[in-house]
C-alpha cells in the first residue's frame, strides 16, 4: 500500500493545476505561396506577408489571442480557449477570402 503524499506536496499540485488553462494553437500558412511568391517583385511580396501578419494580428488581438511566431509565409497563434481559436480562424478565413483566386 502507498503512503499518502505529503499535504505540501498535495497543496504544491493544487496550486500548479490552478495556473494552468486551455490554449488553442493555430497554424497559418499561405497555400501555394511558393508559386505565387516566384511571380512577386519584393516589394511586393514584404506587402502582402505585412499585410497578413496585420490581418492575424487584429484577428487574434479580437479572440484575445496572439501571434507567437512567424514562419516563412505562416504564423503560429495561441488563443485562450478552443472557442476562441475557432473564432480567430473564421475571422482569418473572412479576412482573406476576398483575396482567394486573384492571380499573381
Known sequence: MRSPRPLSARVRRHELMTTLRVTAIMKTD?????????????????????????????????????????EGDGFWLAFPSVTAGALGRDGHARGVAPCRGVQG
Open 30 to 70: 499561405i497555400s501555394g505561396s511558393t508559386a505565387r511568391f516566384r511571380t512577386l517583385l519584393e516589394p511586393d511580396l514584404t506587402t502582402l506577408l505585412a499585410e497578413h501578419r496585420e490581418l492575424l494580428g487584429r484577428v487574434a488581438a479580437a479572440h484575445d489571442g496572439r501571434i507567437v511566431k512567424p
